[in-house]
């Protein structure tokens, strides 16, 4: 593992590699776009999710050669027990192509398989979310507090349409969106998966669950969220691996085993 001064070596570069992204993001948002699709016609990838993410390895490569990479736009990649920075580049691409602003730079890391690290940036709104393990977790230097709701009858529930439209995923998902609608305080859909944790984190939402996601979408999220005093699982109720492309997360143990309970649960290709 890890010493605590290389970790916060790693926090620092990570910190502002993210803002020297984040400035290319908020340059980009009011230009015209040249948008392409990926597994479908909302699966999306601009010049700037490729341009950010050359930018992001380029800068960590320099810093730290030894270390290994997974990255959306650069097609993935192993998870092994070597120091791994997972990137998602522009985290919300539709969101960014409208000019939504509701889109971040998501930079996690994983030493021997364990997120260490997290530093998510939505540049257009200037909010840095950033978490180390057992250093807790910050919002542009304030200290973050999940807001520790327990009954689903009494929670904010984030989810997502995803980008896999298949028909079984949207009778999937608008079976789980009627379960909740009908138990929970209300339901949001906001389009980046990194900041719905941070969300979470922030004590702004009270759980957040989501199918055929990435590794990407939430590394850098799921420590947020834990040092913030939040839970992440499997939708199935047992421990969160970040590459089973699923995951909830809660503000606490209880409402996430509830969530867990009253959602249908779909098995994806693994990543990696």
Known sequence: ?????????YYNVAVKLAQTAGEVIRKAIDEKKNVETKASAVDLVTETDKKVEELLRAGFSSHFPDHCFIGEESEGGKLTDAPTWIIDPVDGTMNFVHRFPYNAVSIGLAVNKQIV???VYNPVL???YTGIRGKGAFLNGKKLQVSNVQELSQALVITEFGSTRTQENMDHLFTNVKTVVEKAHG???MGSAALNMCAVAAGEA???FEYTIHCW?????KIIVEEA???CIDPEGGDLDIMSRRVICASSSALAKTLSKELK???FPRDG
């Open 1 to 9: 593992m890890a010493s605590s001064s290389e970790i916060d070596e």
């Open 117 to 119: 690290l997290g530093v």
């Open 126 to 128: 200037d909010r840095m």
């Open 187 to 189: 339901i949001r859909m």
């Open 206 to 208: 009270d759980a957040y």
């Open 217 to 221: 979408d939430m590394a850098a999220g």
């Open 229 to 231: 005093g939040g839970t």
């Open 265 to 267: 649960h779909l098995q």
